[in-house]
């Protein structure tokens, strides 16, 4: 199994923040590596797939970028409604595992 | 538009089996490329991926779930029927289904379900 590991697990920020969510493969995914956002008792939102490609409606504060093994998800300038979980998942080959995700609280 | 929902109990006892529906709207289990996976998230913790079917019926299964799942397809219902057997309090999650979107280039889940809460108490 490819083992996810995000970090952190959580942080605090402010509105306006910039924010920076790290994703590592234990082995190389290509760019099968897909992030999504999720609110409290809310269904995962995909935000980004393909490494960096931005899902339809998704703002553009939102970016991704890594190759190989590793990963980053940035928010620019955090919005209110930003604050919620962030997972990392690969979808390289099965099971199709996520990271432990990352908290981002006020 | 594309929608998915859960559907099945909200409580099982210990030794149980599991089974849950997800019936979808707004695209066919007969294109190819499509998929529907189910995934779960116990109170707190963090999603794990379960099952797969694809539009062709082919499946793929958590290996350390392989021996308690099944996962079958009914394309004239539009619906995905997740079976867990054997259920434990640990099994206690919300289950959610979602659609898998495919293009040779890049494979993601885009639709979610809203989940079900399954609790799995005596």
């Known amino acids: 199994d490819i083992q996810m590991t995000q970090s952190p697990s959580s942080l605090s920020a402010s509105v306006g923040d910039r924010v920076t969510i790290t994703c590592r493969a234990s082995?190389?995914?290509?760019?099968?590596l897909n992030w999504y956002q999720q609110k409290p008792g809310g269904a995962p939102r995909l935000l980004i797939y393909?490494?960096?490609t931005l899902q339809s409606g998704v703002p553009s504060r939102f970016s991704g970028s890594g190759s190989g093994t590793d990963f980053t998800l940035n928010i620019t300038s955090l919005q209110p409604e930003d604050f919620a979980t962030y997972s990392c998942?690969?979808?390289?080959?099965?099971?199709?595992?996520f990271g432990g995700g990352t908290k981002v609280e006020i | 538009q594309i929608t998915l929902k859960e559907s099945g109990p909200t409580l099982v006892k210990p030794t149980q089996t599991l089974t849950l529906t997800c019936t979808f709207s707004?695209?066919?289990?007969?294109?190819?490329?499509?998929?529907v996976g189910w995934f779960r998230q116990p109170p707190g913790k963090a999603l794990e991926w379960l099952a797969l079917?694809?539009?062709?019926?082919?499946?793929r299964l958590s290996p350390s779930l392989r021996s308690r799942l099944t996962i079958t397809k009914d394309t004239s219902r539009n619906q995905v029927v997740l079976t867990m057997t054997n259920m434990d309090p640990v099994d206690t999650a919300t289950y959610f289904c979602?659609?898998?979107?495919?293009?040779?280039?890049?494979?993601?889940?885009?639709?979610w379900g809203q989940g079900i809460l399954v609790t799995v108490s005596s």
């Open positions: 082995q190389t995914i290509a760019t099968y």
């Open positions: 998942q690969q979808t390289y080959s099965s099971p199709f595992t």
């Open positions: 979602a659609h898998r979107f495919y293009n040779g280039e890049a494979r993601y889940f885009d639709y």
């Open positions: 707004g695209f066919s289990l007969n294109t190819h490329g499509v998929g």
């Open positions: 079917i694809y539009w062709d019926g082919d499946e």
């Open positions: 393909g490494v960096s």
